[in-house]
C-alpha cells in the first residue's frame, strides 16, 4: 500500500513537471513573439514623390522611421521630394522599421571641368565619365597628335579646366588628325540603342548625325534599324563625319533576322 502511494506521487510530481513545462515553453514563445512582433510585418508604402515633411505629419506613416543618407540633382524630378528608399515599396517589414531615404537635390551638381589637353579620346572618355559629364560632338584638324584632345568645349564656348560645370553637360572635343589617312570604317549600328550608338561611335572617332523615329515608338526603348553609310565590310568614313540613324520598336521589327541577312556573321548580342 505504502509502495503504491509513493509510485501515485511519483506520477503526481511527473504531471506537474510536465505541466510546468509546458508553460515555460509556451511563456517563452510569448515572450519572443512580442518582443520581435511575430505575425505583425506591414507593407511598405510608395514614398516617392513626397516631400520628407509630408512623411512627418502624416499619422498613417508614424508606424516607420525616416533617415535621409543621399540625395540626387535629377532636373526631372521636383525639387526636395523622395526618388529612391530602402526598403522598396511593398516590402513587408516590422512596424517601427527604419526607412532609408534619397531625395532630389534642391540644387544641380557642380564639377570643375578636368584638363583633357593632349589625352587620347579614349582616356578623355574615361576622365569626363568620372567628372559626371559626356563627350559630345567629335571634330577633327590637322595635328601632328592622332585622335589627341587639343580643344574642349561646352555650349559652343571653349572652356578652360577648373571651371564649374553643371555635372551631366557635354563637352565637345576638338581631336588631331595626326599623320594617317582619315578614312576609318563605318561600325554596324543596328540594333543598338541611343547611347550605345553614341558610344560606339566615339570609338570609331564618328558622331551620330541624324535620329528619325517612328511615329508612336516611345524613343526611350527603340533600337536603330538604318543607318547611312550602311555598313559593308567596305564602307568608310572620315575621322569626325556623321552616322545618320533611323529608329524602330522591337516590338514591331525582328532585328535578330534582320542582323542575320545584312551580317550573316553577326550575332545580335555582338552589336550591343
Known amino acids: 500500500m505504502l509502495s503504491l502511494l509513493k509510485n501515485k506521487r511519483l506520477y503526481l510530481h511527473l504531471a506537474l513537471m510536465a505541466v510546468l513545462a509546458v508553460f ?5 514563445v510569448a515572450i519572443v513573439n512580442n518582443f520581435t512582433r511575430h505575425g ?58 527604419k526607412i532609408y531615404l534619397t531625395l532630389v537635390a534642391m540644387n544641380p551638381k557642380m564639377v570643375a571641368m578636368p584638363e583633357l589637353k593632349d589625352l587620347s579620346l579614349r582616356s578623355a572618355t574615361s576622365l569626363l565619365e568620372t567628372y559626371d559629364l559626356k563627350v559630345g560632338k567629335l571634330t577633327y ?11 574642349q568645349y561646352n555650349k559652343g564656348k571653349k572652356i578652360e579646366p577648373g571651371t564649374m560645370i553643371l555635372a551631366g553637360s557635354t563637352i565637345d572635343l576638338v581631336l588631331g588628325l595626326g599623320n594617317q589617312q582619315s578614312l576609318l570604317p563605318v561600325p554596324l549600328l543596328i540594333g543598338l540603342n541611343r547611347s550605345q550608338a553614341i558610344q560606339k561611335l566615339h570609338e570609331y572617332s564618328l558622331n551620330l548625325g541624324i535620329e528619325s523615329f517612328e ?8 533600337r536603330i534599324y ?30 535578330e533576322s534582320y542582323l542575320k541577312n545584312i551580317a550573316p556573321d553577326t550575332l545580335i548580342s555582338d552589336t550591343l
Do not use: C
Not at 24 to 28: A, E, V
Not at 141 to 151: F, Q, R, S, T
Not at 215 to 222: F, I, L, S
Not at 230 to 254: E, P, Q
Open 226 to 255: 538604318r543607318q547611312s553609310p550602311n555598313f559593308t565590310h567596305k564602307s568608310i568614313a572620315r575621322f569626325g563625319s556623321s552616322i545618320d540613324v533611323w529608329y524602330k520598336s522591337d516590338k514591331n521589327f525582328d532585328f
Open 141 to 151: 584638324e590637322p595635328d601632328i597628335a592622332m585622335n589627341a584632345v587639343l580643344k
Open 24 to 28: 515555460l515553453i509556451w511563456l517563452t
Open 40 to 97: 505583425q510585418a506591414i507593407p511598405v508604402p510608395d514614398f516617392s514623390g513626397l516631400y520628407f515633411e509630408e512623411l512627418e505629419q502624416n499619422p498613417e506613416f508614424s508606424k516607420f522611421s525616416f533617415l535621409v543618407i543621399d540625395s540626387i540633382y535629377d532636373p526631372t524630378k521636383e525639387r526636395g521630394t523622395i526618388i529612391n528608399q530602402d526598403p522598396t515599396p511593398e516590402s513587408f517589414v516590422k512596424e517601427g522599421r
Open 215 to 222: 511615329p508612336g515608338d516611345d524613343t526611350a526603348t527603340v
